[in-house]
């Protein structure tokens, strides 16, 4: 990236810092001429985050809680959070993944109010067996909406043949029989342990100022909070758990997905692994690609077939998939394109086009109150900053490319789920 460029891109990713004494990070974008405000307030708490040790004790959750409590959240002595926000006209919603929960409003108007019902319901669980029994019935009917979702299905399949212990291999809602443990007591030992300060940032873009957003927080008096927490990891072999499963399903067509587990890299690796991975994606079947010419020109896949990485703690890999007609041909296609990438490497126009287009999507970003936020915050969870990631992937060149393919995508480490049509085919795990 030239000089002149780099300054560019850290003009429109400038952003204010504040850590506060109680250990809040707060960061605001300013965004003159735009009308709304998008703020995200999240912790870095997601469904893998299943074994803990707080103040000496030991923690280990069934699958489900940080969504489970990501609902409960909203909800307190006095009331619901969603009918504050009613009165104020604001958007409001939360969402959990696999390492974060956040809870998010958008508006045009009374900011400060929003804010205060943001920092106030987030701040102040209330969980009794009563309303956790209430909860439980509502979350199961969204699990079992979820267990009818192909797309869904084949995921969390996914994970589950190329990993072995990590948590990724259970749905980020849990089971109905994983909720069915949830109590008040270990619901509020996950908000001490993760709902604190430190371990959690208020991102706010748009029509504001840090000196509103930093009133805000003042009014909401948020205490630290102490002890000393202990994330447990798990040991994850190198291996995939396994190598094929099909099963069936409601669907007209079959859906196919191929899966790589890659090594983890070395933390200061971590970034550009990651944007290497997701370029190989675009760059093995992306629009531009010829297998997805050949694809789609045979009429042997859906138009949303694609790749997609994931890239958690103690977790990272590669998948490809969608609906094909054809699946076991589709998939030798797959590999064929990834050894011939492998053998004879990638053209440069074509990387060119792609390291374009994926650069023009981060810009983008920063031109949407909404992504500026988010983009706030999920940098900060992962300990960057919204201009290095930009500046990461400026500086991947061909040969980065090429030498990523050697170690990437490898078959051995591989694992293949085709989802049948109902009635076609038994269910098998190999």
Known sequence: MSERSSKAVQKATAFEKTVLPNGLTVLVHPMPGFTGVYALYGTRFGSIDRSFVLDGKRWDLPAGVAHFLEHKMFENEEGDAFTLYAKTGANANAYTSFDKTCYLFSASSRTDENLDILLSFVSRPYF??????KEQGIIGQEIKMYDDSPDWRLMFSMYQCLYQNHPVREDIAGSVESIAEITPDMLYACTDAFYRPQNMALAVAGNVTMEQVLRAVGRAAIPEKKGVVERISVNEPDEVACKRRDFSMSVSKPLLGVGFKEKL???????????????LTELVCGSMTPLYRKLYDENLVSPGFSGEILSVPGALCTVFGG?????????????????????????????????????????????????????????????????????????????????????????????TVVIHPAGEKKEVNA
């Open 128 to 133: 009794t067996e009563k309303t956790i029994a």
């Open 323 to 415: 609906e094909t007609s054809q699946p076991e041909y589709v998939r030798e296609l797959l590999l064929d394109e990834i050894r011939r990438l492998r053998s004879e490497g990638v053209e440069e126009e074509l990387f060119t086009l792609c390291k374009n287009q994926l650069y023009g999507e981060l810009i983008a970003d920063l031109e949407n109150i909404d992504d500026v936020a988010a983009g706030l915050f999920s940098a900060f969870s992962r300990g960057r900053t919204p201009a290095e990631e930009i500046e990461t992937l400026a500086s991947i060149t061909l040969d980065d490319i090429n030498g990523a393919l050697q170690v990437l995508l490898r078959e051995e480490t591989s694992a």
């Open 265 to 279: 890299p070395a933390p200061n690796d971590q970034l550009k692994t990651e944007f290497l991975c997701d370029m």
